[in-house]
């Protein structure tokens, strides 16, 4: 599996505490434009691994942290570096410009 799953109660430990960039992909169930980035997440996560995470929250399961992070649309991916947001990506994005996206901001 190449990413993780975080919760409203793990969110600090789990991304603001990682020792690597961590990509936040904020999204639910019945997100159609979701659903079609996550199969490149998934690939991110397995070619990038050791040098960022890839973690799933779920906003209907856990309002908090999108709300938190001003999350109006998914979904939305956001990249915390030593704690803090580095950037944004809201919509679903060609696998490319994901890859591309990342690699500018880790």
Request: contains cysteine; aromatic residues 8%.
């Amino acid at each position: 599996m190449a990413h993780i799953t975080v919760s409203d109660a793990d969110f600090d430990a789990k991304v603001l505490k990682s020792t690597t960039p961590v990509l936040v992909d904020f999204w639910a169930e019945w997100c159609g434009p979701c659903k079609m980035i996550a199969p490149a997440l998934e690939e991110l996560g397995d070619k990038m691994a050791g040098k960022i995470t890839v973690a799933k929250v779920n906003v209907d399961e856990n309002p908090q942290s999108p709300q938190k992070y001003g999350v109006r649309g998914i979904p939305a991916m956001m990249l915390f570096k030593d704690g803090k947001l580095a950037a944004t990506k809201v919509g679903a994005i060609p696998k490319s410009a994901l890859f591309a996206w990342v690699e500018q901001n880790i």
